[in-house]
């Protein structure tokens, strides 16, 4: 819920009530609030040249904005097909009203909570967090005391900070049912539920196994990839050293050292000491340009001109 350019809202939590209060900024304008029979809301925006009210706004924008599309313990995530599951550690409560895609009866524990000392909760990212309806907050306590009051309570299925923003302090329990959850690509709340130690083990397991997975895939696309390199680099030196090989001249060559044209044009040139002498003049005065900071610079004679890279 985001202010717009007519109106802004505050939020309001005590004791007593919880509650979003609207604000009309622009007192030019006329809007209302309607709910609909279905459930969704509006926000309505009066057109004077029209004469009529126009839609201005609808939190509801896909199927998982609908309230408990995926009933009770059951998650909505717009990106899959379907849209529901149910929670890790639950299934379906009727599997085959489920795989018809009737997700009212929502999903139960796999195994029941028998307010066992072992029992623990899963952390959840990114979720909406479940209606309220059924809750319990405190402003002031830590996570750690939040978590410790649902352990103690055999009733409390979850947990979180009830000041989500900021400093995230606070607690906020749910007891029964956790009812209209949906997933989020980012931006999301945390959740911590209960289960049972055997399934947070299985969770854990899961995780280790797909990490592990990772691993094995992972490592030999580095190794593949670090092979390539190594090959790259010494095709290039080995290259690098053939090319600087053939710009030497050289007796070996079997071509006059002082006579020879370089067909390559390579980046940085070699001569032996009896071309550079015949090319300056034996570094005649006359030939001389100037001098900097690596040492004097000579213009070459006409002769350096019969072979492209000179």
Same mark, same amino acid.
């Given at each position: 819920?985001?202010?717009?350019? %007519?109106?802004? %809202?505050? /939020? =309001?939590?005590?004791?007593?009530?919880?509650?979003?209060?609207?604000?009309?900024?622009?007192?030019? =304008?006329?809007?209302?609030?309607?709910?609909?029979?279905?459930?969704?809301?509006?926000?309505?925006?009066?057109?004077?040249?029209?004469? &009529?009210?126009? =839609? /201005?706004?609808?939190?509801?924008?896909? #199927? *998982?904005?609908?309230?408990?599309? *995926?009933?009770?313990?059951? @998650?909505?995530?717009?990106?899959? #097909?379907?849209? *529901?599951?149910?929670?890790?550690? %639950?299934?379906?409560?009727?599997?085959?009203?489920?795989?018809?895609?009737?997700?009212?009866?929502?999903? $139960?524990?796999?195994?029941?909570?028998?307010?066992?000392?072992?029992?623990?909760?899963?952390?959840?990212?990114?979720?909406? !967090?479940?209606?309220?309806?059924?809750?319990?907050?405190?402003?002031?306590?830590?996570?750690?005391? +939040?978590?410790?009051?649902?352990? $103690?309570?055999?009733?409390?299925?979850?947990?979180?900070?009830?000041?989500?923003?900021?400093?995230?302090?606070?607690?906020?329990?749910?007891?029964?049912?956790?009812?209209?959850?949906?997933?989020?690509?980012?931006?999301?709340?945390?959740?911590?539920? $209960?289960?049972?130690?055997? &399934?947070?083990?299985?969770?854990?397991?899961?995780?280790?196994? #797909?990490?592990?997975?990772?691993?094995?895939? @992972?490592?030999?696309?580095?190794?593949?990839?670090?092979?390539?390199?190594?090959?790259? +680099?010494?095709?290039?030196? %080995?290259?690098?050293?053939?090319?600087?090989?053939?710009?030497?001249?050289?007796?070996?060559?079997?071509?006059?050292?002082?006579?020879? *044209?370089?067909? &390559?044009?390579?980046? !940085?040139?070699? /001569?032996?000491?009896?071309?550079?002498?015949?090319?300056?003049?034996?570094?005649? @005065?006359?030939?001389? !340009?100037?001098?900097?900071? /690596?040492?004097? =610079?000579?213009?070459?004679?006409?002769?350096?001109?019969?072979?492209?890279?000179?």
């Amino acid at each position: 819920m985001r202010p717009a350019w %007519f109106y802004n %809202f505050t /939020f =309001v939590l005590n004791q007593r009530e919880i509650y979003y209060q609207y604000n009309l900024v622009d007192t030019s =304008v006329f809007t209302r609030l309607v709910l609909q029979p279905n459930g969704r809301l509006e926000r309505l925006l009066w057109i004077d040249t029209k004469q &009529e009210w126009n =839609v /201005f706004t609808t939190p509801q924008i896909d #199927s *998982c904005d609908q309230y408990a599309a *995926c009933g009770p313990f059951g @998650i909505c995530n717009i990106n899959n #097909s379907p849209i *529901c599951l149910c929670l890790k550690g %639950f299934e379906p409560r009727s599997p085959n009203q489920w795989k018809n895609t009737d997700w009212s009866q929502g999903c $139960r524990h796999t195994i029941p909570l028998d307010c066992n000392p072992g029992e623990g909760f899963n952390k959840y990212s990114n979720l909406k !967090l479940p209606d309220t309806l059924g809750s319990w907050y405190n402003q002031t306590m830590t996570l750690v005391e +939040c978590e410790n009051m649902c352990k $103690r309570n055999c009733s409390c299925t979850a947990y979180t900070n009830s000041n989500i923003s900021g400093t995230r302090s606070g607690c906020l329990l749910w007891f029964g049912d956790l009812i209209d959850v949906r997933t989020f690509a980012e931006n999301g709340d945390i959740l911590y539920i $209960r289960l049972l130690a055997s &399934e947070l083990d299985s969770i854990k397991n899961s995780r280790s196994s #797909s990490a592990g997975r990772r691993i094995r895939v @992972i490592v030999p696309i580095a190794f593949a990839v670090l092979i390539l390199l190594v090959s790259i +680099c010494l095709f290039y030196r %080995f290259y690098r050293k053939k090319q600087h090989q053939q710009g030497i001249p050289g007796n070996e060559s079997g071509h006059d050292p002082e006579n020879r *044209c370089h067909d &390559e044009d390579l980046e !940085l040139p070699l /001569f032996v000491l009896s071309t550079i002498l015949k090319a300056t003049n034996d570094f005649s @005065i006359n030939n001389k !340009l100037g001098e900097g900071g /690596f040492g004097p =610079v000579y213009k070459v004679l006409y002769y350096m001109t019969h072979c492209p890279s000179m």
